[in-house]
């Protein structure tokens, strides 16, 4: 009767279930209650959705994880049974699960499975949290909506981004996993050459994606933590509240990192091109402050000009009863003393003040 009626609730407000789901955390037991493949129990997903070939040829859909740990040999490999003989590239996902599963919790005979609630420190669910939690994140779409599609940047740099929030960007872990890439194929990052290349890897956890996004950052002045996917990027970049005349920028900002980082991958990929840190950073400030000046042909400045002042670290026009302290920071490389800084503020005093 309980689940029916939660099952009632999940139905006329699917939301309220993806809160639920979004702050639920199984803690193993003895793995009597966990299903092998539906419960996210390892890894950042079930298992049927990070390996859904090997799904769908399994003997044991609807077995619990202690059932398969029961029948493992004694050398810790875990019985898997399929219907068939498994193609050369699924032998390869059947070698990835193995791998992940290696990193699974040890299992604790005698305890219970449970679950805990992230959204309380108790680790206790309870209705006002998940109250608190369904109204934070019931604006988040909406805000990630109008910040990917209300945006100066070209149409097609939109859709991208769109992609990439969605997780549906073709990386050669993909490729790899639909067979369109053979299991020989190199899927490594081709920025770092370490890891392998997801979505959120390639446009953000990659060491050199990341270096990308800490000097754009820091161009704005902003301390941040870095997230652990596309996803989470874009929601905080959509929640980050700034005065209404840098929106136009700020929004641009995040679209043409990730387009600027995808087209240097193609770039290598198929035209053999070369890593170029300074030279991507550069090319990614052109492209925001030429977005932002099509966006804006009424705008009297350069792309030169906007390129150099729109992303000042620091500016900062503090008003005492003494007098007027300006103190400028970051506008130029070289700019060493005030003195030097007070110049060039004075001759962009008007965009300054436009963006500030």
């Not at 299992?107 to 309380?120: I, M, P, Q, T």
């Not at 392998?196 to 956890?205: F, G, I, K, Q």
Request: glycine share 6%; with cysteine.
């Amino acid at each position: 009767m309980v689940w029916r009626d939660i099952l009632k609730v999940a139905f006329k407000c699917p939301q309220l279930l993806e809160v639920f789901k979004a702050n639920s955390k199984i803690t193993i037991g003895d793995g009597r209650l966990i299903s092998f493949w539906l419960d996210q129990w390892v890894g950042g997903d079930c298992l049927k959705n990070l390996f859904p070939r090997l799904y769908s040829v399994s003997m044991q859909q609807g077995i619990s994880v202690a059932v398969i740990k029961s029948r493992s040999t004694g050398s810790g490999e875990w019985d898997l049974s399929f219907r068939r003989a498994l193609f050369q590239w699924e032998v390869e996902e059947l070698r990835k699960m193995k791998e992940l599963l290696q990193t699974a919790p040890e299992l604790r005979y005698g305890v219970v499975d449970g679950l805990s609630w992230a959204a309380d420190r108790s680790g206790i669910f309870t209705v006002s949290s998940a109250y608190k939690w369904s109204e934070l994140t019931s604006t988040m779409p909406a805000k990630v909506v109008e910040l990917i599609w209300k945006n100066a940047a070209p149409p097609k740099v939109q859709f991208f981004a769109w992609l990439a929030w969605k997780g549906r960007i073709k990386t050669s872990t993909y490729l790899q996993r639909i067979g369109i890439l053979s299991a020989n194929s190199d899927a490594n990052c081709v920025f770092c050459r370490k890891e392998r290349e997801t979505v959120s890897h390639v446009l953000l956890c990659c060491s050199f994606s990341w270096r990308v996004w800490s000097n754009i950052i820091g161009w704005w002045g902003v301390s941040w933590v870095q997230p652990g996917s596309v996803v989470g990027l874009i929601q905080w970049w959509a929640g980050f509240r700034c005065k209404n005349r840098l929106k136009v920028i700020w929004k641009i900002i995040p679209l043409a990192v990730l387009w600027s980082l995808w087209k240097l991958r193609n770039e290598i990929i198929f035209n053999e091109s070369q890593l170029d840190f300074g030279k991507l950073c550069d090319l990614i400030k052109t492209r925001v402050a030429m977005w932002f000046r099509a966006f804006s042909p009424s705008f009297c400045y350069s792309v030169d000009d906007l390129r150099m002042i729109c992303f000042c670290r620091a500016v900062v026009v503090n008003c005492r009863c003494v007098g007027i302290t300006i103190l400028v920071g970051g506008l130029a490389e070289g700019l060493s003393d005030l003195s030097a800084a007070a110049v060039v503020f004075n001759q962009f005093e008007g965009l300054l003040l436009y963006l500030i």
